[in-house]
């Protein structure tokens, strides 16, 4: 069946701008999750939503990100007034229900570059 | 939290079963051990997962000790796609299991 699906998979943009992902889960899926990837570094949890509440944005790097979801499916990751230090992949994961004995399944990111 | 520990690099044989060993001694009660891997530009791919029993799936197995301190993954027959960094990561059993912590990995090369 269909994975987690992320658009756009490259996104360039200038400093100053505002830019918004998109993340749609797979089908049935209640949680949904923010990480984001630096090069060459580790991935970083953001947020994760249990239906379209998010009981955890403790990794939200700033108040310039923010992220909703609706309908317990699809979730927007935005970004205001973007910064260099911004430049990453965004991965989107999603898991049937939440707690330690259900995977996370990820998508293929969007590759952000702040310019 | 559990930490994990895991070698930084290893090299495979192409053909031959791959042993991705993890040390994650502080394990408690009901935390379950995971595997997943990042081939280079892909997100991360969800191998296995176990509480206490070994686990085997289409893609590999997973051997963990008996006092639960340790754990092994084997690629059965590894190939040149198996070319990755592996993760494995402990999961608490209460509201931080609710998420993924990843560590460093091993970065694994499958030769020829």
């Known amino acids: 069946g269909a994975g987690v699906s992320q658009s756009p998979s490259n996104k360039v943009t200038e400093k100053g701008k505002d830019v918004e992902l998109r993340c749609d889960p797979i089908s049935g899926h209640t949680a949904l999750y923010w990480y984001r990837q630096s090069l060459g570094q580790g991935l970083e949890f953001l947020i994760y939503f249990q239906g379209n509440s998010a009981p955890d944005k403790s990794g939200l790097p700033s108040d310039r990100f923010s992220a909703e979801r609706t309908g317990g499916s699809v979730s927007t990751l935005t970004i205001q007034r973007t910064q260099q230090e911004d430049s990453a992949v965004y991965l989107c994961?999603?898991?049937?229900?939440?707690?330690?004995?259900?995977?996370?399944?990820f998508g293929n990111g969007t590759r952000l570059t702040v310019t | 939290d559990a930490k994990t520990t895991q070698p930084t690099s290893m090299d495979c044989a192409e053909g031959r079963a791959a042993n991705l060993p993890c040390n994650h001694s502080t394990i408690s009660g009901n935390e379950y051990v995971y595997w997943y891997r990042q081939i280079h530009s892909q997100g991360p791919q969800y191998i296995i997962h176990?509480?206490?029993n070994n686990e085997t799936n289409e893609m590999a197995s997973l051997i963990i000790t008996e006092d639960r301190k340790s754990s092994t993954l084997i690629l059965p027959h590894a190939t040149l796609r198996d070319t990755a960094v592996y993760y494995c990561?402990?999961?608490?059993?209460?509201?931080?299991?609710?998420?993924?912590?990843f560590g460093g990995g091993t970065r694994v090369l499958v030769k020829p």
């Open positions: 994961a999603s898991s049937i229900r939440l707690g330690p004995n259900s995977p996370l399944h």
């Open positions: 990561i402990v999961r608490p059993d209460k509201a931080a299991g609710n998420k993924l912590t």
């Open positions: 176990g509480l206490k």
